[in-house]
């Protein structure tokens, strides 16, 4: 099941994504990340280990200007041990 906590799709110049893109890389560095929309928000306590998937597609429809998409996503089990293999 698949619940979404919070969702936002707006268009902004790239200079404001960059910022945006900025300082939600050091939120992450940090470990806490907190988004505000409005009325919502949502805190995220971000781990050391993460799943980094990096996805670029295109659309192409008769007709239509060729449509691009990057999607960068982060992906975590909550209370996952981080644990490597050892030696005994």
Do not use: C, H, Y
Not at 1 to 13: A, G, V
Not at 34 to 56: F, N, R
């Amino acid at each position: 099941m698949e619940n979404i906590i919070l969702k936002s799709e707006e268009k902004l110049p790239r200079s404001e994504i960059v910022n945006f893109l900025t300082d939600m890389a050091q939120k992450i560095d940090s470990g806490v990340v907190k988004l505000i929309k409005g009325e919502e928000s949502v805190e995220l306590s971000i781990p050391e280990l993460l799943t980094l998937e990096i996805k670029v597609e295109e659309r192409i429809k008769p007709n239509k200007p060729r449509k691009m998409q990057l999607e960068i996503e982060l992906e975590w089990v909550e209370g996952e041990k981080e644990e490597s293999i050892r030696l005994a």
